[in-house]
Each structure stands twice: as C-alpha cells, then as structure tokens.
C-alpha cells in the first residue's frame, strides 16, 4: 500500500511520530512518504491509498497552515485517511493550581474533530485516529514516555481497517 503521511511538526513531536510510524508501516511492507507541510504545494500532493494527517495543537485546535493545507490539497473524493495530534497534558489553572481533568482535555481538544471535519468535507473516509500527549512546557513539551507504544498502536488501528 503506498501512504502519504504529512505532518506540521514544530517543534519535532509530530516529525518523531511521523518517522515512526513510517518505520512500523515500512516493516508491514507498506511505502511511506513522510512529508512536512511546507515542503508541498497542496495541489500537488501525489495519488496514495492512504493519506495520514498529523498536527500538533494550537489554543486547542489544529495549526491554521494545517487546516489550511486540507482545504486545498487535491486529495481523491473516496479516499481513506487516518489523523493524529499531539496535544499537551493541559496546564495548570493560575488561580488554584489545579489540573484540567481527562474530560476538561477532551472537551478542549478540538484537533481531530477539526481536521474529521475538513476531510470528511472532500469525501473522506476516516481508517483511525490517535491523540499523542506531550508532557512539559506547554509550548515545547517532549512525547509522553510510552508514544512509541502508541504509535504501534495507530498502526495497528490503520492496518485493522483497511
């Protein structure tokens, strides 16, 4: 299966796990082609069997380069897709000190639902989708220890659907 995976990566947690992934698809016997968005011109992205989209988070939702690229890449109407993100652990409320609860986060985190949307619009079809938390400073964090079981577990998600 050749796949088409683009990600926005900033500060290199969605390059790490878009590397990833590729090394895990590449030894199920898949090709990969890892791309960062500014290196193509959305009108020219290449015919896959499988477009993968990750962004990293932004006040909740995804990068606008990101959404931006999905709107006018020239991506096949019935084509599958799977999506990822890499979100924060949340921070801290300055007032009492206290930590957003995993229903506060999901409530907040608007990446997937956002980019679902975007491709659903072009005629889309969703495989799998995988939020990758990312620990620390909340504009420069590190991957949670453990993402590489993560992404073994988004390819196993792909692969299971396709």
Do not use: C
């Not at 796990?17 to 960062?36: C, D, F, P």
């Not at 969703?126 to 990758?132: C, R």
């Amino acid at each position: 299966m050749r796949i088409e995976l683009f990600h926005a990566s900033k500060f290199g947690n969605g390059k790490r796990v878009s590397e990833e992934l590729k090394r895990v698809l590449e030894a199920e016997g898949h090709q990969v082609a890892v791309r960062h968005i500014d290196g193509v011109k959305p009108k020219e992205v290449q015919p896959a069997d499988l477009f993968i989209i990750g962004s990293h988070t932004r006040f909740g939702g995804p990068i606008g380069s990101m959404k931006k690229f999905v709107k006018k890449a020239s991506l096949p109407l019935g084509s599958r897709y799977a999506v990822f993100a890499t979100h924060t652990d949340g921070a801290p409320d300055k007032k009492t000190g206290r930590l957003p609860t995993q229903e506060e986060l999901d409530r907040e985190r608007k990446t997937i639902p956002e980019l679902d949307q975007l491709l659903k619009e072009k005629g889309l079809i969703k495989v799998a989708d995988k939020v990758f938390p990312v620990t620390g400073d909340v504009m420069k964090g590190t991957l949670r220890e453990g993402w590489e079981i993560k992404v073994d577990e988004f390819a196993t998600a792909i692969l299971g659907s396709i």
